[in-house]
């Protein structure tokens, strides 16, 4: 197995900018995880699926993100506009079960919002 | 809503030493997880340890939990240079969400 892809690896954008993040799960695997890790503030749980369906989106920070699960294979993080406090290293990751299991992380995406 | 809690935030040790790193957290758990993370790439999980066990072992890595002081150490035995990364303890709170720590950097010099 491939692991879980993320795509872009790294993304320079303009502040107000759309900028769209991409994520392949692990085959098989039922939770799917957004993450956004900066200095500051560490690792944060932005929003989880759960069979492609969203279950919690409470670390979403505002209105300008969106992320959408369309099926099994895919997920998006969708920033619009984007800000420079948006800048920092997104992160997807797949699992089994949400709390007893081990998450699988894929690469990150590293965002720079000018 | 922080759940787990590192300490150091960084240690630096000679190589071939060994490295402890620890995690307190606030509520009761049934299992705690240490991931790490080396720069530039993302979290690799190391071990999960159930709250019906006291400690686990995985090649040179020693984890111990405490239930009653809600507290897991890292034990990384003969450290290598490989081993520089940053050390995260990961534990589910009342959501059933996976909570991580803000890590320990972890340098070993040679």
């Known amino acids: 197995d491939a692991g879980v892809i993320q795509s872009p690896r790294h993304e320079v954008t303009e502040m107000g900018q759309e900028v769209t993040l991409r994520c392949k799960p692990i085959s098989g695997h039922d939770y799917l995880f957004w993450y956004r890790q900066t200095m500051m503030r560490g690792l944060e749980l932005l929003i989880y699926?759960?069979?492609?369906?969203?279950?919690?989106d409470s670390g979403m920070p505002e209105d300008r993100f969106s992320a959408k699960m369309p099926n099994a294979s895919f997920s998006t993080l969708k920033i619009q506009p984007s800000e420079p406090r948006d800048s920092a290293v997104y992160f997807c990751?797949?699992?089994?079960?949400?709390?007893?299991?081990?998450?699988?992380f894929g690469p990150g995406t590293r965002l720079t919002v000018l | 809503s922080q759940q787990g809690e590192e300490d150091p935030q960084a240690l630096s040790i000679q190589e071939g030493e060994n490295a402890t790193m620890n995690c307190s957290y606030k509520?009761?758990?049934?299992?705690l997880q240490w991931y790490r993370q080396n720069s530039g790439r993302g979290l690799v999980h190391l071990i999960l340890?159930?709250?019906?066990?006291r400690e686990k072992h995985s090649g040179r890595l020693r984890v111990t939990l405490d239930t009653s002081k809600k507290s897991s150490s890292l034990l990384i035995t003969a450290s290598r240079a490989a081993d520089t990364a940053s050390y995260f303890c990961a534990t589910p709170n009342r959501d059933d969400k996976i909570i991580f720590g803000k890590g320990t950097r972890l340098h070993i010099l040679p």
């Open positions: 699926f759960n069979n492609n369906v969203p279950i919690d």
């Open positions: 340890i159930r709250s019906n066990e």
């Open positions: 990751a797949s699992s089994r079960i949400i709390s007893t299991d081990t998450q699988y």
């Open positions: 509520t009761s758990i049934n299992n």
